[in-house]
């Protein structure tokens, strides 16, 4: 039988324990809004050799550079007004999964400008789905 299990735990734990068999983990719109991103991406590094999907609002989209020049932030709460305590471009976040043991090799481009956001995502994607994999492998 085919079908996709789905397994909802809570990350801010500190004795977070996975199933054996997981392939692949998704963090979306999570990581900004935890305190120490670190520790929970070295729990997963730890815990499973799969694919780690996250999402998050990329700091590099051009109406928040814009915001910056005009004294403003990125913004710092959701809609829901939840505290943002991170914020990355593509490309530090990019960098950042590096440093933590992850490959990150793929990249999606949500919201912003559409064409413009698929060739230049750093600069014209509102959001950033990034896919990796450990270094572990």
């Not at 299990?5 to 004795?15: A, G, L, S």
């Not at 070295?42 to 814009?66: C, D, E, H, T, V």
């Not at 939840?82 to 490309?91: A, C, G, I, M, N």
């Amino acid at each position: 039988e085919k079908g996709l299990e789905v397994i909802k735990v809570n990350i801010m734990e500190d004795d977070l324990e996975l199933k054996d068999n997981i392939d692949y983990i998704t963090l979306l719109e999570v990581v900004e809004f935890v305190p120490y991103p670190e520790k929970i991406i070295a729990q997963m590094k730890s815990l499973f050799p799969g694919i780690l999907i996250i999402s998050f609002l990329n700091s590099g989209y051009y109406r928040f550079r814009i915001r910056s020049l005009l004294g403003r932030t990125v913004p710092s709460f959701a809609k829901g007004g939840e505290l943002r305590y991170r914020r990355w471009s593509l490309t530090d976040f990019k960098y950042w999964l590096l440093q933590l043991g992850f490959h990150p090799y793929q990249h999606v481009a949500l919201g912003g400008i559409p064409i413009l956001k698929n060739l230049f995502p750093g600069l014209f994607a509102r959001h950033c789905i990034v896919f990796s994999r450990s270094e572990i492998d």
